[in-house]
């Protein structure tokens, strides 16, 4: 039994030798040179997007030893070779690889030390852009501009995707021409200094490809079909009520209503006990104001108020002669009224004067709009 177990033994080892000889021959041819050497490979590459070129970004860990960092694509048909110099622990190259054709590369980086040894690749995605992306690109769309004495406003529609900026081109009232950068998440523009009324807008749309790109691209300058009005809203944002007859302003909500912006808050003439007619109210507009025409808003299903009649001055004396009358009129339906101005005359302050009523002695007024030109 003892032979037996010994034989076994003896073919058992044998077999393993000739194994290991087969495995050795396996590598032999790979080593009988010696033991292969790697230069070190970079830790991260990117390629970032840009017109008929591409920006490549390495990061290499303590690459001291690393002479020259090679970039192939088409196959290897097309490289570079860029000589490089890192410094120890992590640090960072930018190559840019000019003279792309738009399409898609996909990039083999290889480095080279100082002792000839080559590294392992590393591969990655990269694209450009031309002629045929910028063909694709739409202008965002406006909604509607508008003028204040002030500013001019934009208001737009969403972005398409990939826009980032919209530029604005226009004439000053002063003249001159302004330029303004508009960012893809904002919806208004404001324009200051304010535009000239009556004038075309201009406006492009600027896109980036990719999330990151280094460059940007633009769509052709064009006229915004419709032109700033050639009147304007005065901005009533610093406006204020210098006097006024009488008010309820538990009802409606006072007479600082008139300039609040809110149609739903109106201006009710005094009740419980009744004021007799008729009611007025002065508002100071801050400086003197060339105006075009009024739009007075009386208050939402109510037909109180019958007649407006409209003074200016430089004088806010309720009393005194210096008023003029520039505009008047008569609700017939609905509660919108405007009253073109009959004179030029422009004054600091503003009087609305109700002489009358459909059911004396109340009047309610929600809002009054004032246009300049």
Known sequence: MKIINRLILIIISFVVLYSCEDFMDIHKKY?????????????????????????????????????????????????ISVPVSFNTGMDSIEIMIPDMPEKSYTFDIYSIDNFGHKSL??????????????SSLIDRRIKNVDLTDKSGIIEWFSAPEGLIYNEVRYERSDGEFSVKRVPD??????????????????????????????????????????????????DRSNWSIADFSD???????????????????????????????????????????????????????????????????????PDSEDWVEIGEGVYTSGNKLTIEATTDFAGRYLKIYLPDSNRAPFTAVAEIYVYGM
């Open 247 to 317: 008010d309820k302003p538990s009802d409606g909500g006072g007479v600082a209503t008139l300039i609040d912006g809110n149609l739903g808050t109106y201006w009710h003439s005094q009740w419980g006990p009744d004021i007799p007619l008729p009611h007025w109210a002065i508002i100071d507009m801050e400086s003197p104001k060339q105006i075009a025409y009024f739009d007075v808003y009386r208050r939402s299903g109510s037909t109180d108020t019958k007649t407006v009649q409209l003074f200016v001055s430089n004088n806010s004396d």
């Open 185 to 234: 998440s904002i919806f208004t523009t404001v324009l200051t200094p304010r535009p000239a009324s009556n004038t075309i807008l201009e406006y492009r749309s600027l896109y980036i490809p990719e999330r990151e790109s280094v460059d940007t691209f633009y769509t052709d300058w064009v006229d915004y079909i419709d032109p700033f009005p050639a009147t304007f809203l005065y």
């Open 31 to 79: 080593i009988e040179d010696g033991e292969i050497i790697y230069s070190q490979k970079p830790d991260s590459v990117s390629f970032i997007a840009g017109k008929n070129r591409i920006l490549f970004r390495g990061w290499m860990y303590n690459g001291v030893n690393v002479k020259n960092l090679n970039i192939l694509w088409n196959n290897g048909s097309d490289s």
């Open 121 to 134: 690749k590393v591969t990655d995605f990269g694209s450009s852009y031309g002629d045929f992306y910028a």
